[in-house]
């Protein structure tokens, strides 16, 4: 079946310009992440989504970073007024609830911000 | 302490030889621990689960010491193909399948 699919796979922004980020988990997954990975860095936890429950957040750098999942399904991450640190690879997974709740990864966006 | 550590590495070991990682948690309550593959400017790919009696799967080991608060993942006859990164996941907390991510440790196998 289809794997977890983000876009756009590649952004490149100016410096306060805002961006939108799409991931698209697999079908029947109700666990969404979000993580961030800079250069030669680990993975950053973001956010985290699991069903109707209420988003636990605390990955979140700033109030610049903002995420919204709609209907359960497709999630967007905000970046607003970006600034050059932001600049990394965003990353999305999801996973079953039930089970061992191994996450599959999408491929990424790989995000400049100049 | 950071919640999850790896040794960075890099490991260089031969072809064919038998390598292993560990790595360390801070939570005695975490329940579940993964490792991953992650292949240079790839996103991680899920190698195996860790399960409390340890579980193998071909060339691969994977065990959990929750007396000592850590696993580790052994790979067996080694393959030029089996560089990578290899990063562990644990859940934080008992309840919560927030994970933390190590840094990885960077594996490189020569010819």
């Known amino acids: 079946g289809a794997g977890v699919s983000q876009s756009p796979s590649n952004k490149v922004t100016e410096k306060g310009k805002d961006v939108e980020l799409r991931c698209d988990p697999i079908s029947g997954h109700t666990a969404l992440y979000w993580y961030r990975q800079s250069l030669g860095q680990g993975l950053e936890f973001l956010i985290y989504f699991q069903g109707n429950s209420a988003p636990d957040k605390s990955g979140l750098p700033s109030d610049r970073f903002s995420a919204e999942r709609t209907g359960g399904s497709v999630s967007t991450l905000t970046i607003q007024r970006t600034q050059q640190e932001d600049s990394a690879v965003y990353l999305c997974?999801?996973?079953?609830?039930?089970?061992?709740?191994?996450?599959?990864f999408g491929p990424g966006t790989r995000l400049t911000v100049t | 302490r950071k919640e999850v550590e790896q040794d960075p590495g890099p490991f260089n070991v031969p072809e064919g030889a038998t390598v292993a990682f560990n790595c360390t948690y801070s939570?005695?309550?975490?329940?579940?621990f993964f490792w991953y593959r992650q292949d240079c400017r790839k996103e991680p790919k899920l190698l195996m689960s860790?399960?409390?009696s340890g579980n193998e799967d071909g060339r691969f080991t994977a065990q959990l010491n929750r007396a000592s608060q850590y696993i580790s993942l052994l790979i067996r006859d080694s393959k030029l193909s089996d560089s990578a990164t290899y990063l562990c996941a644990v859940n934080i907390a008992s309840g919560t399948y927030k994970y933390i991510f190590g840094t990885g440790t960077r594996l490189k196998v020569l010819a």
């Open positions: 997974a999801s996973s079953w609830s039930g089970g061992a709740r191994e996450q599959y």
């Open positions: 939570n005695s309550a975490s329940q579940s």
């Open positions: 860790v399960y409390s």
